[in-house]
């Protein structure tokens, strides 16, 4: 059967970690959606277009996989789409209980659309969008955390964004 999944996310900036669970997702799946979302509790640092431009610079190759945006809610926009699934990966016992919260509201929002944890492999079970940002915003070596082909971007948008704080 035909399965269409969503990896949704706020990807500020993607990393190595969010590339892993696609990657594997895109092994296991028909198509994948990656989905540049909002989260309310988040202020972004990178604009939704550059996030957009850096997943789907790091996504080329998989020819399975797009990238897109959009305001509102996800299981709205899953229904909507026909999408069969959301794909998140967990990586410590501390992001399990915001998953469950989130796929128990989605379920409610949308009786059809189950959520599938993919466990984070042991390399990036301890990186985090916020942990690549303070790393390079101190100057620190990112090439370990981001994808290589976007790693130059991230960090001159990161110094920049430092220089006009
Ligand atoms: N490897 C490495 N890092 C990972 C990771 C992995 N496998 N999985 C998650 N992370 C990190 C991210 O980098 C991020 O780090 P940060 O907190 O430092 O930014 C953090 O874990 C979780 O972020 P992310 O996966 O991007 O998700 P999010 O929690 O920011 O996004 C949304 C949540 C966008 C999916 C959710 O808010 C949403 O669905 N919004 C749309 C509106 C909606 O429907 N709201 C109701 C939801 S029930």
């Known amino acids: 059967m035909n399965k269409t999944v969503i990896c949704p996310g706020s990807f500020d900036p993607v990393t190595l970690g969010h590339i892993d669970v696609i990657t594997r997702a895109s092994k296991m799946f028909d198509r994948v959606i990656v ?12 604009s ?6 850096l997943l789907t610079e790091s996504v080329n190759g998989l020819d399975n996989v797009e990238v897109v945006s959009f305001d509102g809610l996800l299981a709205e926009y899953c229904k909507k789409h026909g999408i069969d699934a959301v794909v998140r990966g967990l990586r410590a ?10 796929a128990i509201t989605n379920k409610r929002l949308n009786p059809g659309l189950e959520t599938i944890f993919l466990t984070a492999d042991s390399d990036s079970m301890y990186l985090s969008s916020s942990m690549v940002r303070e790393v390079g915003s101190m100057g620190g070596d990112i090439s370990n955390f981001v994808p290589e082909c976007v790693h130059d971007k991230i960090v001159e948008r990161i110094s920049k964004k430092k220089q006009t704080a």
């Open 35 to 46: 989905g540049v979302l909002v989260n309310t509790a988040k202020k972004p640092c990178f």
């Open 48 to 53: 939704t277009q550059e996030r957009m431009e």
């Open 93 to 102: 016992m501390s992001d399990f209980e915001y998953e469950f919260q989130m």
